[in-house]
């Protein structure tokens, strides 16, 4: 008698896709931060000069230079922007008051694996009231979160980029 045996041996594809999350859509987003407004879509491409003044004010890239924006009735301003995390891009909407300081934060899609912590509202209330004058500094003003260090750092970053993005070309 012949005997075959075999071994199954089950394959695991993972991609980090898989974790990939939309929190809220843009017009979720938008009444989250400014409820009950009607926003005006107004986009703006960055000159060469303004990226280069952004980017010698904060130290970081511009990498888009269009600015994927629009205006409340109050002269505050929602903005949709995207940073990497880890691996994966964080795509978030920060809101600014009329006088360029933060209003609120939102995380609309989160992409990698872990790090989704970012969302917590407790952490993103450090952002509240920052401005291009007394922008957000990681470590020191925007605390860390373990587990989530280059999420917090990117985003921290992001919104830094997006107040100096204010100062030289949105006020």
Known sequence: MRYTSWIWVPAIAVSTSVYATTYLTVEQAQQAIFPGSALTQSFVTLTSAQKQAIEQRTGLT?????????????????????????????TYALGLNADGSVKAIEIMDYRESYGYEVRNPQWRKQFVGKTADAPPKFDDDIKNIGGATLSSRHLTDGIRRLLATYAAALK
């Open 62 to 90: 511009v990498r888009n230079p269009v600015i994927k924006l629009w205006k409340a009735p109050d002269g505050g301003l929602f903005i949709v922007d995207e940073v990497v995390g880890k691996h994966e891009l964080i």
